[in-house]
């Protein structure tokens, strides 16, 4: 573990209907991703983008990963969970977004198939968006962090991830 930066996987979920975040989940645990724990659900009313896409009156919740990544494969969570995301589609259009992430001692990450200013590429049109900062007692926005995540609604999730991270990742390094 001394080698490899490690970090807790995440994913928000935007859904009209749960039924598509519940077979999204199968996906993930036929593929041996088990989930650790999962946010409360709230309404995804800070913006319309997805509307057009996906309907109105959409929800969206936060999920994590059980276990710890190498950040070195966190494209390669972001491909997979376009392929879940695709899996689901109907007439072109998604029935789920699923927004993969990372989150370690210091920040939230989302990973994005989109190019922005502050975003940082990693690889096979995969981009890494820092979109909180870790600070005294809960996390920070920056001035594109989403609506959502800028409104402190999910802190209370971020911050139990960020306890689980820190205990298995001191688990794993009593181990090796």
């Known amino acids: 573990m001394k080698n490899n930066i490690y970090a807790k996987w995440i994913f928000g979920a935007i859904y009209s209907d749960s039924c598509w975040l519940e077979q999204a989940k199968e996906q993930l645990e036929k593929q041996n991703w088990k989930i650790q724990h999962q946010s409360p659900e709230f309404t995804f009313d800070q913006t319309d983008y997805y509307a057009s896409e ?15 990544y190498s950040l ?7 491909l997979r969970m376009v392929e879940i995301e695709n899996r689901f589609r109907r007439n072109g259009n998604r029935r789920i977004n699923l927004d993969p992430g990372f989150l370690d001692l210091h920040r939230v990450v989302l990973l994005s198939g989109k190019e922005g200013p502050q975003k940082i590429y990693l ?10 900062l870790k600070n005294k007692g809960g996390y920070r926005d920056l001035a ?18 960020r306890a689980e991270f820190k205990a298995e990742k001191s688990l794993s390094s009593n181990i090796s």
């Open 54 to 68: 996906m309907g109105t009156r959409l929800k969206r919740r936060f999920l994590s990963v059980s276990g710890i």
């Open 123 to 132: 690889r096979d049109g995969v981009w890494a968006d820092l979109v909180l």
């Open 72 to 78: 070195e494969s966190s494209a390669d969570w972001k």
């Open 144 to 161: 594109w962090t989403f609506p959502d995540l800028r409104d402190g609604r999910y802190n209370d999730f971020f911050l139990q991830v």
